[in-house]
Structure formats: structure tokens, C-alpha cells
């Protein structure tokens, strides 16, 4: 089995390149911007003509993960257009390339593509109504493979963090040693979830997908891939100063202050309740996702080792 991993050099890429599963289930080519870090092809997602498109040709693969997004929420609105196309246009091109050659396309989706407006955890099917344009590429792309006629899992994820690249956590993380207090958002709710869940959740997916063709039948679709439980910002935020004083990481834990989503205004509009039902993903998949707290405490044993 070939398998094309697209974005190697981000965030959610490059762990699954540092965990080694997708290269242990057949023969992995990563592609990137560049192709340097990895050593890899050269795939602009956002490039149809010049470079998705032949890279496609080229490889030839039997599952394409694709990792690789247009990722500035507040940019977006001022860039709609490049956004829907690497995350809206260029996925329907993935999926109309698998579709003609009987690929998988294992995409990731966001809690943007939903209004916010809930109290109760989205389910799967749940309306959705993106806030901004960001989310709005997002289901985009979404509708895009899901016309394509391929076989697809989405997967939508949120709040994601990971030791390396540039996110929530490590955004904390150099704040709390340079500042003895933080102002943080504690009116919007979600679940913090690793990278790491994200990369064993999707294997364990694509290994029923290819384990178990009737499994594969019922699997396919849309899923959320998030880890349980739920937090604001500002308690994210305190959880990792917690963790990483008792480890050592920041000689003290510093005050941490919560505020409203309009005392911190951004271009793009955030989702107040960003909570996926996740127990669907679950259920089919047969693999317990646990609650973010444990995710958290990994990620910084990771960190202190």
C-alpha cells in the first residue's frame, strides 16, 4: 500500500512523520511545501496545475492524509479566496483524483465548519453555519470530497496543540516565563485535543478501513476526532501552567485572568462552544478517546523529557 501524506512540515504532519505508524502500514511518501524536512516530494495543495496534480500522477497512491491546510483564521477574512482554494477547491481535487483511481482520502475538518450557538455537543450531522471565512473553506472542502465520489473519512478535530509548531499551548508556555499575569478568554468552550490522539485515532481508522471491509463500509464518512470533556481557553490555559510548574518547565505558575470574547476582539469571529460528540468515532472505530486533561499531561512529560 502507497500512502501519500500531504503537509509533512506542519503541525498535525509532522507528528504523524515522528510517530512512525503511517511508514509502518506501507510504503509512505511525504510531500510539503519545499519536500526538505523530510526529505520528501514537493506538493503545493494549494498549486493544482503545477504540483498537486502531477504529484498525484507520479505517486500513485493507495491513501492520500492529507495533513496540509490553510490555517490563519483571522488572515482568512481578508484572503477568503486563497483559502477556499487550498482547503475547499484543491481537497475536491484529491477526491476526484481518488475517486478515478479508487484511493482513500483521509481529510481533516474543524469545529469552525459550526455556528457555535449549542449547549450540548455537536453530533456528526448537526447544521452547520461557519462564523467566517475560514470555517467557511473549511466546508468547503467538505462538500467538495464528499461529491467527489471517493471514498473519504472526515474527520474534524479542534482546539489542537501539539510541542511543536505554533499553537495554543506553546503560545502559553513562552508567555507564562516572560509574564506574571495573563488575560485569557473564558467564554468559549472546547476540547483540547493533541496532535498525538489525532495521529493514533486515524490510524486506528485507516486499520479498520483496510482490516475489516465491512467495517470500512459503515466507517466511512464524516466523523468528530476530538479528545472528551470539555474547558475554556482559560482553563486550558491553567491546566498548562499547572502541569508544566510541577515539571519543572516555568519557575512559577503566573496569575491567569478571565475575560470575555468581546474584551479580546479578534477579525474573525470565534465558536462560543466548539464541543464534538465524539462517541460515534468511538463506537465504529472501537477505541476510547480519553479526556483532555490526559492528552495534556503527555504532551508535557513529552515536553520536560
Sequence with gaps: MKILLLGANGQLGRSFMEDGGLAAR???????????????????????SASLTPLLARVRPDVIVNTAAYTAVDRAEQEEALATRINGEAVGELGAWAAAHGALV???????????????????????????????????????????????LILRTAWVYAP??????????????????????????????STALIVRASLAALDRCFSEPAA??????????????????????CAIFEEAHAR?????????LPIATADYP??????????????????????????WRAGLSDVMDRIAG
Excluded at 447544521?127 to 468547503?140: E, M, Q
Excluded at 519543572?248 to 491567569?256: K, M
Design 26 to 48: 506501507g510504503e509512505l511518501v511525504p510531500a510539503s511545501r519545499d519536500g526538505v524536512l523530510w526529505n520528501g516530494e514537493r506538493g503545493e495543495i494549494g498549486d493544482l
Design 106 to 152: 483521509l481529510h481533516y475538518s474543524t469545529d469552525y465548519v459550526f455556528d457555535g450557538m449549542a449547549t450540548t455537543p455537536y453530533p456528526v450531522d448537526a447544521p452547520t453555519g461557519p462564523l467566517g471565512a475560514y470555517g467557511r473553506s473549511k466546508l468547503a472542502g467538505e462538500q467538495a470530497l464528499r461529491a467527489s465520489g471517493a471514498d473519504y
Design 248 to 256: 519543572g518547565l516555568l519557575a512559577r505558575a503566573p496569575r491567569v
Design 216 to 237: 470500512r463500509t459503515r466507517l466511512l464518512g464524516t466523523h468528530h476526532l476530538v479528545a472528551s470533556g470539555h474547558t475554556s481557553w482559560h482553563g486550558f490555559a
Design 164 to 193: 511543536h509548531g505554533h499553537n495554543f499551548l506553546r503560545t502559553m508556555l513562552r508567555l507564562g516565563a516572560e509574564r506574571e499575569e495573563l488575560r485569557v478568554v473564558a467564554d468559549q468552550q472546547g476540547a483540547p485535543t
Design 266 to 291: 479578534t477579525p474573525a469571529r470565534r465558536p462560543a462552544w466548539s464541543v464534538l460528540d465524539n462517541a460515534d468515532f468511538q463506537r465504529k472505530v472501537g477505541m476510547a478517546l480519553p479526556d
